[in-house]
């Protein structure tokens, strides 16, 4: 026990020196200063600031309602949940739905590094019916994440301190730029239109929604999730209305194309989304100097007080359901020196 004491001692006293060094060291190319490393500071998510996913199959179960939640409680759960390192997992639901979280400190942004990564359940799988497929696949759920310099240092982002890290769709002439989709709550004891014996989809007309293109269509309720409401209940209010850019859909039913059955692969984009790569591979981590304005022109930022992070994809692959990217905590890569 002293041993360990004198070791702890030894190595806070190292930490704090290189944390004296790091920090003399720290700033940006433009003179400003930013606090830097330090091992005072926590690496990974210290607030959850907002919580509003689109309705999904997963929606009032990742974080679970209960009545009497409000905004207030459910974003404590979901700090309780992905905070701190606890490596919990939550979901966003449909197209749009979001969290934003924050740190104790500005996530420095290194010239030239990755500065953080993103953490969610994205795997590729070894049983795509493709036997030659252009990139890996498997369920990649990709999610837009946006990024917010606290400048005014109110402690809050505000409307024009957010920018998109643009990721590798971002050119893609199939990515909709200012989507906005609005979701209709569903009223829960309807008689849904019927369906077959034992199908799949038990509700194909659950939660109507209609978009800025003239489009509509419906969030189905499947047979695996059929016990919670889909539409987040802690939101107030008849409708829910969701903006941002809408990358292409991702699934495609391998299985029909290869005549084994349906087999739905949700493919990986290259770079730049969240829930899109595995948690260990560079295709998680995320650089600043991806940011972007509402022109698509670039934006030098010094570092990132707020990540957002919403589900950038509108579609529904059989037995798999609805598509909604996961977020299960960020980490400030350099602090963890990785
Ligand atoms: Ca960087
Ligand atoms: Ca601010
Ligand atoms: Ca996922």
């Not at 200012?178 to 034992?198: A, C, L, Q, S, W």
């Amino acid at each position: 026990m002293k041993r360990k004491n004198v070791t702890s001692l030894l190595a806070l006293s190292w930490a704090v020196a290189c944390g004296v060094i790091l920090v003399a060291c720290s700033g940006n190319d433009r003179g400003e200063d930013i606090p830097g490393p330090s091992d005072l500071y926590s690496p990974y998510v210290t607030k959850v600031l907002d919580f509003c996913p689109a309705p999904g199959q997963f929606t009032n179960t990742m974080p679970t309602w209960q009545e009497g939640d409000t905004q207030e409680t459910i974003n404590k759960k979901v700090l309780d949940i992905i905070g701190n390192n606890k490596g919990g997992m939550v979901s966003l639901g449909s197209f749009g739905g979001y969290i934003v979280v924050g740190f104790d400190h500005t996530i420095e942004n290194v010239s030239g590094q990755r500065d953080f990564r993103l953490l969610g359940n994205a795997f590729y799988s070894n049983q795509n019916p493709n036997p030659n497929p252009s990139r890996e696949g498997g369920n990649c759920e990709p999610g837009i994440v946006m990024v917010a310099y606290d400048k005014n240092k109110n402690g809050k982002p505000d409307d024009d301190e957010w920018y998109e890290l643009a990721g590798s769709e971002y050119s893609n002439e199939t990515t909709l730029k200012n989507y906005e989709i609005t979701y209709f709550r569903p009223d829960e004891n309807k008689t849904p239109p019927e369906v077959e014996e034992g199908a799949l989809v038990i509700d194909p007309e659950y939660i109507h929604w209609v978009d800025n293109r003239g489009n509509d269509g419906y969030i189905v309720k499947n047979m695996y999730h059929k016990d919670n409401s889909y539409f987040p209940q802690w939101i107030e209010g008849e409708e829910l209305t969701l903006k941002g850019n809408l990358l292409p859909p991702n699934g495609v039913d391998e299985g029909t194309a290869f005549g084994k059955g349906s087999y739905w692969v949700l493919y990986a984009y290259d770079w730049g989304y969240a829930d899109n790569h595995l948690n260990a591979e560079e295709g998680s981590t995320f650089d600043i100097d991806w940011a972007v304005d509402k022109n698509g022109d670039p934006v030098t930022l010094p570092g990132v007080d707020f990540i957002k992070v919403y589900t950038g994809v509108l579609q529904t692959c059989g037995a798999v359901g609805d598509t909604s990217t996961e977020v299960c905590g960020v980490e400030d890569l350099h602090l963890l020196k990785k």
